[in-house]
């Protein structure tokens, strides 16, 4: 494998990449850096774990900083668009270190979190812009941002904005930028629009698609246990919980997600959920808990739906459970690339109960997986598990407190801030204390809603 320097990469920027241990380029970065440093527009197909971050990070911070331009406020001078809120926040993480070593300022611009903050970092000047398409689009109907200015525009994970619906947005956000810009555009697929989209934005593009064989994949084990009925299910699944690496859990729903988490911690084994119903905050916050070192205060389990499986990237999963089996091959395809990432090994675990042994035949069929039905026997279990992590007792629930008279006002507040702050350990309870300040405050404000309505009305 070449390094970086032989690629072409700024000293500098391969310097950040060599202090975090990347000195080899995967294939999706030696075969597209050549050409992308070089200012192509490129289409670049792989499937995800084959390094594309990387891939588009360092021509976009690389050509920013060779321009020599300066940043005007509210016109941002790089872009790169992501289908979810936590891809946007990884990709900013592999951007901003790479950006700050060129004197580059990088920011997020998604929905679910204050638009303030995003106001601010843009009328400071930033230089790199990471978005989602919602968002962007509401900024710049407002005449917040303009994209008038920006030399490069990556769109991510384009087959993922086809999914889910984002697609005439991105056509109007990327037709707002520069014609004669450079366009990187990376998809696993070039189907439901894609190929349209690239036909119209990209100006006599090279194409690289980087096959299974040449993606740094460790080996990736898939397996599948048949439980008995669903008391053997929830037995099996808290097994294959308590080992002592980390583990992705995918149920179907968020109601799920959120019960099985709150389960595994009542019963020892520390674990936080991921879904469409927690606020950003609860999802940034959950999502840390996990990436974080165990011995530091982190978990080793993360439960989630299906917003998880291409927006959140954590190296060294171990295992991933399907704890209800996809309806779709390609979702069980995106669920299972949460493990065996950039050379790492993994394993994948599909819990079967004897209604959904058919349908999960048929799912595995189409995801030319080969993996024969098995029963959950102990010794199959416990090799999957290895060493289990030491039990960790749950902290005791909180009761709530009765508002007190002499203190109403400053709870109001209390509570409000409470609603920000982890509770740790399990993620069923993280994303609780908001509605419980609300539910909690209800009554008092009906006793004082008389004499202070307009002070009440405007302070909500």
Do not use: W
């Not at 984002?166 to 555009?185: D, E, N, Y």
């Not at 080996?219 to 699944?237: F, G, I, S, Y």
């Not at 690496?245 to 099985?260: D, E, P, S, Y």
């Amino acid at each position: 494998m070449p390094t970086f320097l032989e690629l072409g990469v700024p000293a500098p920027l391969a310097d950040v990449l060599a202090a975090s241990g990347k000195t080899e380029a995967f294939a999706i970065q030696r075969d597209t850096l050549p050409d992308s440093l070089a200012g192509r527009d490129l289409l670049g197909r792989g499937r995800t774990g084959s390094g594309k971050t990387i891939a588009f990070s360092l021509p976009l911070v690389a050509r920013l900083s060779a321009a020599g331009r300066k940043s005007r406020p509210a016109h941002p001078r790089g872009l790169v668009l992501a289908p979810t809120r936590e891809l946007a926040t990884q990709i900013a993480a592999t951007v901003s270190p790479l950006a700050r070593a060129v004197g580059l300022r990088v920011t997020t611009v998604f929905g679910g979190v204050s638009q303030r903050p995003q106001e601010q970092a843009l009328r400071s000047g930033v230089d790199i812009v990471v978005a989602c398409p919602g968002r962007l689009e509401d900024l710049m109907k407002q005449g917040l941002v303009s994209l008038d200015a920006v030399e490069i525009a990556v769109l991510d994970e384009a087959d993922h904005m086809a999914d889910l619906g984002f697609l005439p947005g991105v056509t109007r956000i990327l037709a707002a930028t520069p014609a004669g810009g450079q366009r990187l555009l990376f998809s696993a697929t070039l189907d439901r629009g894609i190929d349209t989209l690239a036909r119209r934005f990209l100006r006599d593009a090279v194409s690289h698609e980087v096959d299974e064989a040449s993606v740094p994949v460790g080996e990736m084990t898939h397996r599948v246990l048949l439980a008995d009925d669903a008391e053997h299910k929830k037995a099996l699944v808290q097994d294959l919980a308590a080992g002592t690496g980390r583990r992705i859990l995918f149920t179907r729903t968020k109601h799920q997600a959120k019960k099985l988490a709150k389960q595994l911690t009542a019963s020892g084994i520390p674990a936080v959920d991921l879904h469409g119903n927690l606020s950003q905050n609860a999802r940034e916050r959950n999502l840390s808990a996990f990436s974080s070192d165990p011995s530091q205060g982190g978990v080793r389990v993360l439960v989630a739906t299906d917003v998880a499986a291409r927006g959140v990237h954590v190296d060294d999963v171990d295992l991933v459970v399907h704890v209800d089996p996809p309806v779709e091959h390609k979702a069980y395809l995106h669920r299972s690339g949460r493990t065996a990432r950039a050379g790492a090994a993994g394993t994948v675990v599909t819990v079967v109960l004897p209604e959904q042994r058919r349908d999960v035949k048929d799912l595995l069929r189409k995801a030319q997986i080969t993996a024969p039905l098995e029963s959950a026997t102990d010794d199959a279990v416990s090799a999957l598990v290895g060493e289990r992590a030491p039990h960790v007792r749950p902290a005791p629930p909180q009761q709530p407190q009765r508002p007190q008279a002499a203190s109403r006002p400053a709870r109001s507040g209390a509570s409000r801030g409470n609603g920000g702050a982890p509770r740790h350990g399990t993620g069923a309870r993280v994303a609780a204390p908001a509605e419980g300040g609300r539910d909690n405050g209800a009554p008092s404000r009906r006793r004082r809603r008389r004499p202070r309505s307009a002070n009440g009305t405007a302070g909500r």
